[in-house]
């Protein structure tokens, strides 16, 4: 792994970089300029059902396994022209969010009958491409899919497009490490330990190169720790600290049902934990111990995953309203030595972005922006706000974007909270769905 951490400019208790108006093309007069965030976790696919799984099924009985069909019907249905398609809109949407840099855990690989395309990177290109256009760093995450569950059941019926064998998995991050550029790179994620056998995980993890990062799904559910610990013989995140070299590579995702050695085990690591509070809540997946992973130490990230939200705000909100449900106390990420829960929260996904992303988001370059957010000072939500209250005002008042403008790597691609080429990508989004919901 690169060692060389990116300087960042922007420090969390210490006030604001000035920003000169000269090299950020005419920012309003006193505004606040934020690092970019990193959404560790995202489904771009998953954007196009947004709202369309909250309707009762036949039984009292919907689940997350029940979604998970849902879905699988949904995903059935996607080619890389639709998923292009989507993909513009769900990045040109993060951006004007505040996110910069997406890391996109990607398993759409084949034709739905689950014969590779011509080009059998074809669906990867196509997220490539949509990354492009609207300016976002990428991240890529090529999903290894092997089995159906714990016990190497074959994959399911609707599941056969995602899969692959080592072979063609490793020659799929081959080809695509050749599209790698300043805003894109490849790393590696793992489905889950469900559908990833141990003798498949220890052969991709050897061939990766040195600095690969290495996402994986790891323990949403109560129903798969229980399923690993009957299987496997130990919980999921137990199970992997025991049986792959965690460290600063990783990231996992869902870490939601941890023991108290498991927290100590991957704060420990250096590991980043990946938390999606809005998908983890709409799914019915439990709460994250945020307070106790905190007091360990741990690294942790967040991610809008199945982008029923596309917000930061929304996410580092209900991060910490979780818990302060969970708990009826209030303020449960802040410390005494931050005392700002905004400012808490923030720091904690700006000093994850690197780590998990290998990608040099949330730095404010010395004089100007790099990958960075500004917020629109004439909104009443922020009306004086001073340099301790801004972020919390950010996070925690009302419902209107106060995204003003967004830089990624220098480059201004979002200005009065709409992202430039907007338009023209909700006008193809609006075809992608027409022709996605008449399938
Ligand atoms: C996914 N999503 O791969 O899209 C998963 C569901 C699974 C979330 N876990 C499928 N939120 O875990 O098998
Ligand atoms: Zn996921």
Request: glycine share 16%.
């Given at each position: 792994m690169q060692t060389t951490t990116p300087a960042r400019v922007w420090q969390p208790a210490a006030g604001w970089q000035p920003v000169s108006n000269g090299s950020t093309g005419g920012l309003q007069a006193g505004a606040r300029v934020l690092p970019g965030v990193a959404n560790l976790h995202s489904h771009a696919f998953q954007r196009a059902m947004a709202g369309m799984a909250e309707r009762r099924g036949d039984s009292d009985r919907d689940s997350f396994w029940t979604w998970r069909e849902t879905m699988y019907r949904f995903a059935?249905?996607?080619?890389?022209?639709?998923?292009?398609?989507?993909?513009?809109?769900?990045?040109a949407e993060m951006l004007e969010a505040g996110y910069t840099t997406v890391c996109e855990f990607h398993y759409l690989h084949h034709a739905p009958d689950g014969r590779s395309y011509d080009d059998p990177a074809a669906m990867?290109?196509?997220?490539?491409?949509?990354a492009r256009e609207t300016g976002i760093r990428l991240t890529l995450l090529p999903v290894m899919y092997m089995a159906g569950g714990f016990d190497r059941r074959p994959l399911g019926e609707r599941q056969r497009r995602f899969g692959h064998d080592v072979d063609g998995y490793l020659r799929l991050l081959d080809a695509l490490r050749a599209e790698e550029g300043k805003t894109m790179r490849v790393g590696c994620a793992l489905h889950s330990l469900r559908a990833v056998p141990p003798d498949a995980m220890s052969t991709v993890l050897a061939a990766l190169p040195g600095d690969s990062r290495i996402h994986i799904h790891i323990a949403e559910q109560t129903g798969e720790v229980d399923e690993c610990l009957a299987i496997r013989g130990a919980r999921p995140v137990r199970w992997l600290l025991d049986n792959a070299r965690v460290d600063a590579r990783w990231t996992l995702v869902h870490a939601t049902h941890l023991d108290d050695a498991e927290i100590a085990g991957v704060a420990r690591s250096g590991a980043t934990v990946a938390i999606c509070p809005t998908t983890e809540a709409n799914l019915?997946?439990?709460?994250?111990?945020?307070?106790?992973?905190?007091?360990?130490?741990?690294?942790?990230?967040?991610?809008?995953?199945?982008?029923?939200?596309?917000?930061?705000?929304?996410?580092?909100?209900?991060l910490e309203y979780g818990q302060r449900l969970a708990t009826r106390r209030r303020n449960i990420a802040a410390s005494a030595a931050v005392r700002s829960v905004g400012e808490t929260l923030l720091a904690g996904v700006v000093d994850s972005a690197w780590?998990?992303?290998?990608?040099?988001?949330?730095?404010?370059?010395?004089?100007?922006?790099?990958?960075?957010?500004?917020?629109?000072?004439?909104s009443p939500l922020l009306a004086g706000a001073?340099?301790?209250?801004?972020?919390?005002?950010?996070?925690?008042?009302?419902?209107?974007?106060?995204?003003?403008?967004?830089?990624?790597?220098?480059?201004?691609?979002?200005?009065?909270?709409?992202?430039?080429?907007?338009?023209?990508?909700?006008?193809?989004?609006g075809k992608a769905m027409s022709a996605l919901l008449a399938g």
């Open positions: 059935g249905r996607f080619d890389p022209d639709t998923l292009h398609a989507v993909a513009a809109q769900l990045y990867s290109r196509a997220l490539v491409q949509a019915g997946d439990g709460l994250f111990p945020l307070r106790d992973y905190l007091d360990a130490g741990g690294a942790w990230g967040i991610g809008s995953d199945s982008h029923i939200s596309v917000s930061p705000v929304e996410e580092l909100r209900w780590t998990s992303s290998g990608q040099a988001t949330g730095t404010i370059a010395a004089g100007g922006p790099g990958d960075a957010f500004s917020l629109a000072v004439d001073g340099d301790g209250d801004v972020i919390d005002r950010w996070v925690f008042s009302g419902n209107r974007p106060l995204v003003d403008r967004v830089w990624v790597d220098g480059q201004c691609v979002v200005e009065g909270g709409r992202h430039r080429r907007g338009a023209e990508i909700a006008g193809r989004y």
